[in-house]
């Protein structure tokens, strides 16, 4: 088996056991109505790369790896509850964004988008419950949970708190509203200068990058690393979700719904803010380049192996 053919192996191993966690863990009636219960399994469960939640995943790994080196690690069981929490978390923003006041995208993980089954206030619901369900996973406490776990936990539930708010995804998406429409296009193809290439940076460092940060802090959290090892890990996820979003830009001007799950081309129809509008797209596949390889310098200097350096690889090289 090759390294590829091993990372692979990998992604679908993870893969299958988020699946199972993820559907283990939904709420179903009599607890709550058939309706929503059906509305959070049907987008949930719409299978998706599941980045943010092998992050998680594989964060742990690597804090564990590196503390008890030589270790015969499986997995992180202990940090499938937070995994589960990102991917819930991950979904919700996903149902919210397609709605019409949003996106209004109609294809989705490659199936219809929820508010197109259920209607728009089912749909919207349903992004609330998600949410809301990902943090009673997070808090829900461990069969023997020491003070030192209990506080990693507490700190776990504020950092994605802070990631999912405001501060973080909402308010990228808030910024992201601001500029849809507001691009002006000159004669190469491209934004005018004023789009700015801080201000577009700032609408994907909070509106995709804030959540893939807290992905892999608390992973790292979790299996209890020291302040340095988690600013490392911020670092490394801070390139690495400018390198996702930047990938995903560019899929959007040249992939195609069958590969990706979903509507391409709606950026430039709508005059959203991307990496191609404003740099082109030889500049930004080379700009995705280099934020991999600063996440992976960043892993270095902290001494972190494990499979993160190969999901920064992976992220630059996917085609959906």
């Not at 929820?114 to 009673?136: M, N, P, R, S």
């Not at 790292?220 to 020291?226: E, N, T």
Request: aromatic content about 4%.
């Amino acid at each position: 088996m090759t390294d590829d053919q091993e990372f692979e192996h990998y992604l679908r191993v993870r893969r299958t056991e988020i699946e199972t966690a993820l559907e283990a863990g939904l709420p179903t009636p009599p607890a709550c109505p058939a309706l929503i219960a059906d509305a959070m399994r049907y987008s949930l469960l719409a299978g998706g790369k599941r980045l943010r939640p092998i992050l998680t995943l594989a964060a742990a790994e690597s804090v564990n790896v590196r503390n008890d080196p030589g270790r015969d690690l499986t997995g992180s069981p202990s940090a499938m509850p937070a995994a589960c929490a990102v991917e819930l978390i991950h979904t919700y923003s996903l149902i919210h964004d397609d709605l019409p006041s949003m996106d209004d995208d109609d294809v989705r993980r490659g199936r219809p988008t929820a508010h197109v089954v259920y209607g728009d206030a089912v749909a919207i619901l349903a992004g609330d419950a998600l949410l809301t369900h990902a943090f009673e996973v997070l808090a829900r406490p461990e069969a023997e949970e020491t003070p030192a776990r209990l506080a990693r936990r507490l700190r776990a539930i504020a950092r994605l708190a802070g990631a999912a708010g405001a501060a973080g995804m909402v308010g990228g998406q808030v910024l992201d509203v601001e500029a849809t429409g507001n691009l002006t296009i000159v004669g190469n193809g491209r934004a005018a200068p004023e789009t700015g290439h801080e201000a577009l940076r700032e609408i994907h460092e909070r509106k995709t990058g804030a959540l893939i940060g807290a992905a892999a802090a608390i992973g790292a959290i979790l299996a209890g690393a020291d302040h340095p090892t988690v600013a490392a890990i911020d670092a490394y996820s801070t390139h690495l979700g400018l390198a996702f979003q930047i990938v995903d830009d560019i899929l959007d001007v040249e992939g195609n719904v069958a590969d990706l799950g979903k509507t391409t081309g709606k950026d430039a129809v709508a005059g959203k803010p991307t990496y191609p509008a404003v740099h082109g797209v030889a500049r930004s596949r080379a700009l995705a380049t280099n934020a991999a390889a600063a996440a992976r310098d960043a892993l270095a200097e902290a001494n972190l192996g494990g499979r993160l350096g190969e999901i920064a690889d992976w992220v630059v090289s996917r085609r959906q």
